[in-house]
């Protein structure tokens, strides 16, 4: 199981991106998928979530701004990202907890991370 993730760049404040991040190889099941980022210095916190059902959680930070979404036939998760801020400058991680049909054990994945700058 991989998790593939796209979409970072740099953008001017109040811009605006849309990372995506793929999940493909044995996978029987997706449950939650996330994304999460770390900047320099600074250890790596959540930035949103979705759950299998749909439902979602956002750090405060990006409440109002970010809106995370995935598409279930694709087994992709969205991040979109709005009216963003220099301190929103990281690299940003896509996370997924994944059935694998080998083993039939819930796992936790990571993609490779996306750089994400905000600056004029």
């Known amino acids: 199981v991989q998790l593939q993730a796209s979409g970072g760049g740099l953008v001017q404040p109040r811009g605006f991106l849309r990372p995506s991040c793929a999940a493909s190889?044995?996978?029987?099941?997706?449950?939650?998928m996330g994304w999460y980022r770390q900047a320099p210095g600074k250890r790596r916190e959540l930035v949103a979530r979705?759950?299998?059902?749909?439902?979602?959680r956002y750090a405060d930070s990006v409440k109002g701004r970010f809106t995370i979404s995935r598409d279930n036939a694709k087994n992709t998760v969205y991040l979109q990202m709005n009216s963003l801020k220099p301190e929103d400058t990281a690299v940003y991680y896509c996370?997924?907890?994944?059935?694998?049909?080998?083993?039939?054990?819930?796992?936790?994945?990571w993609g490779q991370g996306t750089l994400v700058t905000v600056s004029s």
């Open positions: 996370n997924a907890e994944i059935v694998d049909t080998t083993t039939t054990l819930l796992d936790n994945y």
């Open positions: 190889g044995s996978i029987f099941s997706i449950n939650r």
């Open positions: 979705i759950f299998s059902g749909g439902s979602t």
